[in-house]
Structure formats: structure tokens, C-alpha cells
């Protein structure tokens, strides 16, 4: 408590105001935004309605031991119609399948560039580095003007929708933009809750964020389904990818303060693999909020070189995760007072209070405003409305798995830990992921 004016104002209260209204105003003002396209989507849409030919894409597909998943990617990129594709395999150090299976494959437009140790198994970005300083230099693209050249790096669980480059390639007809990203789907949603709550995550980040911050000309860019002009990795140097261990956050970043646009495209979507166990994901998010922490040496850059909404939206975007550990003490608090309430009502002694109405809504009601998106996506494939009420409240407890994350990720960049660590993949069903991609192409198309 501290005397302001002659009241007493309780600090740990007013902090947790703040944060939850900013949290809030933010979230419901980039929900407002996602629902209609900005001046400039429209622009880019009406200056090219057809897929240039003479773009060439080189799909860049970083590989350590993907034996289980990659043959099936492979096969969905040769199948993509397009005059003008590559598809080029990095091989990081695997002690697997994974060169052969690139060795073998059928089709000539499948390449492997094969790194080893002990320059392998330095970390995706390292990986992507080495690619682009090969393809610089090969045949693959001689002759051929770089500013022509687009680079979609792709997870090698990855499976684009078949009319992705129809959507995507049009909008590099503006040589303002500099990169685009697609939509993220897990295609394993269905096995369990974990699973589908990934998807949900992912849609709402790239459906609400992702769309709502084209308004604000800070879109940023992923892991996978990332499309970017190769002259535009080349004005970063000779490494476009930081050593960081969220590489596609620092790059989308970096291509801001070089100058270039970055665009979303939300009516394609590459379908990836979900997490299926609580330990796995912890593992993988640790390691992705660690990266983020490691992004915030951007900010002075993006003060000094970004103007307006783009250079508020990053540094609030880069301070994210500060933030989540602050609230995550704020909830700590809240989930205490909940029990209390809880116990309260089963023991007889409870007071009705309209707090209660006022946490509810402030705990799901941005959440069950969310879920109208997700469901108005998964609506074609059976989701009704109660069940998609029951899901945005799971998500919120979901979400609070980002703290374990979040702290365990604070403790390693203390004690200088540092090290890039793979997600393991599981053997798929290569059937039931087809089957998943197709009905959200069909749903598109529809």
C-alpha cells in the first residue's frame, strides 16, 4: 500500500489492472481488426489476379532425423502445380533415414544438401543459413534474378495446401513485400485434448493476430510456411537467420526495420504435427519462450527505425513475455481466491458477490469471444456451438501451461543455458493427415 492524494492505493492491485486491461483492449482491438482486409491486402489483390509463372520457389526444408514424417512431405510438395519448384532438403547431422529418403525420391526436383558434424546440429537458423549460402551459388536458381526467388521454409511434417502458391505467389507481385506467411493447422487435433488446443492456439494467433496486425504492418513470420524473396534475405547478410532459438521471430523482425513489407495470407494453411504428451510440449515451448526473451535486443532497433501502430506493436509484441511472468504471479493470486470462493460455496459459508460475474468475464469472456473464430473454422467438420464453449474454457486453463514454460525458460537463460533442442516427431498416419489437409482445402474452396 502507498498514500496518493491522501488514498490508499494498493500497488499488486492497480499492476494487475493494468495488465489485464491492456491485455484485454489488445486483444479485442486486433479481434475487431482480423474481421475485414486492410487497404493495402485489397490493393495487392486487385494489382495481380493470376499466378505469375515466372516466379521460382525453392522449398527449404531443414531436416534432423524426420525418417517418421518426411517421405509424406515430400511426396505433397512434388505434387504442388507449378511450373517453377524446388525442393531443397537439409540434411543437419541425421543418423536416420533422412538422406536416404531424399536420395530416393522420385521426383528430379527433390535435392539434399547434406551438412555434418561438427558443423551440423547448430540449431534451425544455422541450418537455413547454411542452405541459402548453397543456393546463392547453385544451379538451381542461376541466372534466374533473386528478387524473382521466393524461399518457403517448411517443417518436414509439413503439408502445404495444394493451392498455397496460387494464394501466396500473386502477392509478390509488389516488390515492396518481403516475406508472407500462411496459416498454421495441426492435422493430428482430433488424437486428444492437448492436440486440439494446439490448433485452437494456432488459429487463433494466425486468424485474430496474425490478421488483425496487417492493420498494424507488423506481421510476423513462423517456423513453418514461411514464404520469403530471397533478395530480401540477402539485404540481411550473408546469414539471414539469428542464432536465436526463435530464428522466424527475429527474421520477420528484421526484414521490418530493413525496410520491407510482411504480409499474412489466411486462406492457405500448412498442416503440421501436434504434441500429444504435456512433457513434450513444455519442452518445445521452453525453448520457444526462450528464443522470445532472446529477442528483446531487437527493441532498441525497432525504436530507432520503426514509426507509428508498427513500432508499438512490436515492442508491446517483444515485451509479451515479460509480461506473461508478471501475470503469472497475478494468476497465482487469482486461482487462490477462486478456490477460496469454491470452497466457500461447498462448505455453506460463500457470499454471493457480483465479483464473481466480474472475474468470469474477465478470466473467458475475450476467450469465448476467440472461440467464435476457431468454431466459424471447424463448424464444416462438426464443431457445434456447446462444445466449442466447453473448448475456450479449457483453453484457458491451456494457456496457463505457458508459465511452467515460461519460468523454466527464465531459469535456463539465467544460468546461460543456451542449447537448441529438437522436437521429436512420432511415427504418423499418413492417411488420416491427408485426409485432414483435404478437408480444410475443400473448406476453403467452399
Not at 508498427?310 to 515492442?315: G, I
Amino acid at each position: 500500500m502507498i498514500m496518493l492524494f491522501g488514498e490508499r492505493i494498493d500497488l499488486v492491485l492497480s499492476l494487475a489492472v493494468l495488465l489485464v486491461t491492456i491485455s484485454v483492449l489488445y486483444g479485442l482491438t486486433v479481434l475487431v481488426l482480423s474481421r475485414w482486409e486492410p487497404r493495402s491486402a485489397r490493393a495487392r489483390r486487385e494489382f495481380c489476379s493470376f499466378v505469375p509463372e515466372d516466379k521460382t520457389v525453392v522449398f527449404v526444408v531443414p531436416c534432423l532425423n524426420e525418417d517418421r514424417v518426411l517421405n509424406a512431405s515430400l511426396d505433397r510438395l512434388a505434387s504442388l502445380e507449378h511450373p517453377r519448384v524446388h525442393i531443397l532438403v537439409i540434411d543437419d547431422g541425421s543418423d536416420d533415414d533422412t538422406a536416404d529418403i531424399v536420395r530416393t525420391h522420385p521426383d528430379p526436383r527433390v535435392h539434399l544438401f547434406q551438412r555434418v558434424l561438427p558443423g551440423a546440429r547448430q540449431g534451425k537458423g544455422e541450418a537455413l543459413n547454411a542452405a541459402i549460402q548453397h543456393l546463392r551459388h547453385s544451379d538451381l536458381i542461376a541466372g534466374i534474378p533473386h528478387s524473382e526467388v521466393v524461399v518457403c521454409v517448411m517443417d518436414a511434417d509439413g503439408r502445404l495446401d495444394a493451392h498455397a502458391l496460387g494464394d501466396v505467389l500473386p502477392l509478390f507481385m509488389d516488390n515492396r513485400l518481403g516475406a508472407v506467411q500462411i496459416g498454421v493447422r495441426i492435422n493430428n487435433r482430433h488424437q486428444n485434448l492437448l492436440a486440439r488446443m494446439q490448433d485452437l492456439e494456432f488459429v487463433l494467433y494466425t486468424h485474430v493476430f496474425q490478421r488483425g496486425r496487417r492493420h498494424l504492418r507488423s506481421v510476423g513470420l513462423g517456423g513453418n510456411g514461411q514464404f520469403v524473396r530471397l533478395s530480401a534475405l540477402n539485404g540481411l547478410g550473408e546469414s539471414p537467420w539469428s542464432r536465436s532459438l526463435t530464428e522466424d521471430l527475429d527474421l520477420g523482425v528484421r526484414l521490418l526495420i530493413d525496410g520491407w513489407e510482411t504480409e499474412f495470407c489466411s486462406t492457405s494453411s500448412v498442416h503440421q504435427q501436434g504434441l500429444v504428451d504435456v512433457k513434450r510440449w513444455v519442452k518445445q515451448r521452453t525453448r520457444w519462450f526462450q528464443g522470445h526473451l532472446q529477442s528483446w535486443g531487437l527493441v532498441p532497433w525497432v525504436l530507432r527505425d520503426l514509426t507509428g501502430t508498427r513500432r508499438a506493436d512490436l515492442v508491446y509484441h517483444l515485451t509479451s513475455p515479460f509480461l506473461l511472468l508478471i501475470t503469472s504471479c497475478l494468476s497465482v493470486a487469482f486461482a487462490l481466491w477462486a478456490f477460496d470462493v469454491i470452497l466457500g460455496i461447498v462448505v455453506g459459508d460463500a457470499v454471493v458477490s457480483r465479483w464473481w460475474i466480474s472475474a468470469y468475464l474477465v478470466a473467458f469472456g475475450p476467450a469465448l469471444l476467440f472461440g467464435l473464430v476457431y468454431w466459424s473454422q471447424e463448424r464444416h467438420h462438426g464443431l457445434r456451438v456447446p462444445t466449442a464453449v466447453v473448448l475456450m474454457h479449457a483453453y484457458v486453463l491451456y494457456a496457463t501451461l505457458w508459465y511452467l514454460a515460461g519460468w523454466k525458460a527464465t531459469y535456463r537463460a539465467v544460468r546461460g543455458q543456451n542449447g537448441w533442442s529438437k522436437t521429436e516427431r512420432v511415427v504418423e498416419n499418413k492417411t488420416q493427415v491427408d485426409s485432414s489437409a483435404n478437408e480444410l482445402t475443400t473448406e476453403v474452396h467452399t
